[in-house]
């Protein structure tokens, strides 16, 4: 038995190896928890009894062991990676073939080099340590990029199922030759067999990378589309208001006349307190919009309006002529979608006292500094994309407002940081400044 099959201890350790890679990609941080050692060692402790003691059943009940290694795996996943189903499904999938291939490759070198004559147990750890360890790293450093929490969350049953299929189909072409050697695409030589089922697990691999490298161009295509229909419904917005802004200057500057000719006509206490309120408005008005951009002016008159009927305190000490540089779209979204951001917040809070929003544009050296914030009670969580994970239940349709304004501030080789201090929320541009 030159050629014998795969011990079943290191077919455990690398379907064990390989949710490894997975969680390591897209929940690293729950790696560092002492709970989570715990649960992957218990892990590979079950995976390796149970696969140990099924190490001699007969090829009938062979399959139906796999598929509750399978099964492990998968709830191993869905448990340590704290993943939704379909998530869960689809990494278990990938996982499985790639556990195949490694453990495959592992134990045919490790033949090879028995055939030669060297039987020592180190050289098979070596072996084992070197194929193993490489195999994770390379697909690691290939998927860390591709394979993102949102994009698992964006996936639908059909691509799901779809990458489940391949992995079984794959497993079942790689060991066919174990089930029935008189079967098509077989072999009745051992070497044989075990090169087709190393070579089938590879290529299985690379269907499945350049499977997850569609979805990964579909998802970020889409996400392009969603910004640019953002992008383009905020400069919608801003030429509403502007049309809007315009009549309301001129109802506003009628008013000013009317106010005068009422003083001059009648004295009673209750026209004067109504007038009197009525100026307070037209200086607030007046105030609050004039910043020296008439994008960034027509934005904020909307805002304020908006705010003013929520019950919202909105302030603002800007200098928008910092800004004339920046085209018209690129200041709809900053400061659209910012705005929006913030309204969103504070019109939850249950305190009108605590409905505050603040904004402030101004030059620091050579830099123009935005700063957008919110009183904010809520705890905050980014996602792999240092982005703030959406709390709206339609995430596939939102959550771009800040990759939006990112997006916009790349634009200018500016940065984008946020966070929160003291129960506020600020969102800080940095942009070069244009003299």
């Not at 299985?204 to 997850?212: N, R």
């Not at 506003?252 to 206490?269: F, N």
């Not at 979608?337 to 050296?365: M, Y």
């Not at 792999?384 to 339609?394: G, P, R, V």
């Amino acid at each position: 038995m030159l050629y014998q099959d795969i011990p079943r201890i290191y077919t455990a350790i690398a379907e064990w190896g390989s949710c490894l890679v997975y969680l390591y990609i897209l929940k690293k941080e729950n790696m560092k928890s002492v709970h989570f050692l715990i649960g992957s060692l218990f892990m590979l402790a079950m995976q390796s009894i149970f696969l140990t003691l099924t190490g001699s059943v007969t090829e009938i009940l062979w399959v139906p062991c796999m598929m509750i290694a399978a099964g492990m795996m998968y709830g191993f996943l869905m448990v340590g990676g704290n993943m939704k189903p379909l998530g869960a499904a689809y990494c278990c999938a990938r996982a499985f073939v790639l556990a195949e291939f490694v453990a495959s490759l592992q134990w045919q070198i490790v033949s090879i080099v028995q055939a030669w004559g060297n039987q020592s147990i180190w050289v098979e750890i070596l072996i084992t340590m070197v194929i193993f360890g490489g195999c994770f790293t390379i697909n690691i450093y290939l998927e860390k990029d591709l394979l993102k929490q949102n994009y698992l969350e964006q996936m639908t049953v059909k691509e799901v199922a779809a990458a489940a299929i391949m992995a079984v189909a794959i497993f079942a072409f790689s060991n066919l030759s174990f089930l029935n050697e008189n079967a098509p695409f077989a072999s009745r030589e051992r070497a044989d067999i075990f090169s087709i089922r190393t070579l089938i697990d590879f290529g299985g691999i690379a269907i499945l990378h350049a499977y997850q490298s569609r979805i990964s161009e579909y998802v970020a295509e889409k996400e392009l589309s969603v910004m640019n229909v953002m992008l383009k419904s905020q400069y919608d917005q801003y030429r509403n208001y502007q049309d809007s802004l315009d009549l309301i200057q001129m109802k506003y500057h009628d008013l000013k006349h009317q106010i005068t000719g009422l003083r001059a006509e009648s004295d009673e206490e209750k026209r004067k307190k109504w007038i009197d309120s009525m100026e307070k408005e037209i200086a607030a008005f007046e105030n609050i919009s004039r910043t020296g951009n008439q994008v960034l002016d027509t934005i904020l008159a909307a805002k304020i309006f908006h705010c003013r009927k929520n019950h919202i305190q909105i302030t603002c000490v800007a200098d928008g002529k910092l800004l004339d540089h920046m085209h018209v779209t690129d200041i709809c979204s900053i400061f659209g979608n910012a705005l929006d951001n913030a309204i969103e917040h504070v019109i939850l809070i249950p305190d009108p006292e605590k409905r505050l929003i603040h904004l402030t544009v101004s030059a620091q050296k050579g830099f123009v500094f935005i700063k957008i914030e919110n009183y904010c009670e809520a705890e905050i969580s980014k996602n792999e994309e240092d982005l703030i994970t959406t709390t709206k239940k339609d995430s596939k349709n939102h959550g771009f407002g800040l990759k939006s304004i990112r997006k916009a501030v790349e634009k200018y080789d500016g940065s984008v940081v946020f966070g929160v201090q003291q129960n506020w929320f600020e969102l800080k541009i940095l942009l070069p400044r244009v003299l």
